[in-house]
Structures are given as structure tokens and as C-alpha cells.
């Protein structure tokens, strides 16, 4: 039989950064002690500047 992960994914909330190197920063989780690009972790508006819905 194999092994089922029943983990929930790392929402990567503590960062500390490694380094930096032609501009690209790079940070690791403190949480999952995973390493990636901060630009990576940043949050995508889901709306447009002209795209966003009346208040």
C-alpha cells in the first residue's frame, strides 16, 4: 500500500530572506523550510484597476 498525505499545502506565512542576487530576492519558510523567489510569494490581485466592483 502507499503512503497518503493527508498535509495541508504551506500557506508559506513566515518567510525570512536568504539572499539576494541580481535583484531577485530569495526567502525560505520558516514553516516548511521551503526556498523559492520572494516575487513568488507575493499576492495577485484578482481585479483590475478599472475592473474593480462598486463599493
Known amino acids: 500500500m502507499g503512503l497518503i498525505s493527508t498535509m495541508q499545502p504551506c500557506n508559506h506565512g513566515r518567510t525570512e530572506i536568504l539572499a539576494r542576487r541580481d535583484g531577485v530576492d530569495y526567502v525560505r519558510c520558516l514553516e ?3 526556498v523559492f523567489e520572494a516575487e513568488d510569494l507575493e499576492a495577485i ?3 483590475e484597476e478599472d ?3 462598486a463599493a
Do not use: A, E, G, N
Request: one cysteine or more; charged letters at 20%; aromatic letters at 12%.
Open 45 to 47: 490581485s484578482i481585479y
Open 32 to 34: 516548511c523550510d521551503q
Open 51 to 53: 475592473d474593480q466592483p
